[in-house]
């Protein structure tokens, strides 16, 4: 069953090896189906990739290859909600080993601009707790890039 709402991602011309990166690398992913172009069209060539189809995290995904026009921005990214500083460890060094790029409070962004949010859940829990827990492990994160699951819970208990 084709899903009611899918997320649309530009891309310049390397939607599909994207796709197979995020189907690589994060569990609930898989590359659907590749489309080709059945003519030319502006920034590309009749046969060219034009979508691939592809889910990250079970979220279902159509990447557009449409040329150098429109490019990624923080405005949009994914949020990965993980459990441990293991896991935590493991998509953040995928990502940014893999041609990305770190950026601040657990933030960072694929080779194709994309950004990632990768947070440990114990992080997202001692914001939903507000008061002083909120305060310390909100102002613990300000000082990181990829956030420490063990700095965040020492803040949490003050």
């Keep these: 069953m084709k899903p009611k709402n899918t997320i649309c991602l530009w891309f310049d011309n390397d939607a599909h090896e994207a796709a197979r990166f995020y189907a690589a690398t994060f569990p609930d992913s898989a590359v659907t189906a590749v489309h080709h172009a059945p003519s030319d069209y502006p920034g590309g060539k009749k046969g060219d990739v034009l979508t691939v189809t592809f889910t990250v995290l079970g ?21 990965v909600a993980t459990e441990t500083q293991e896991e935590t460890d493991r998509y953040w060094d995928a990502i940014v080993g893999n041609g990305g790029q770190e950026s601040e409070c657990g933030w960072c962004k694929d080779r194709w601009g994309l950004s990632w949010q990768i947070t440990p859940r114990v992080l997202s829990d001692a914001l939903a707790a507000g008061g002083g827990e909120a305060k310390r492990a909100f102002e613990a994160m300000m000082q990181m890039q990829k956030i420490d699951v063990a700095t965040i819970e020492a803040a949490r208990r003050g």
């Design 59 to 79: 979220i279902p995904c159509l990447g557009l290859n449409g040329g150098p026009t429109f490019k990624h921005s923080e405005a949009f990214s994914f949020q």
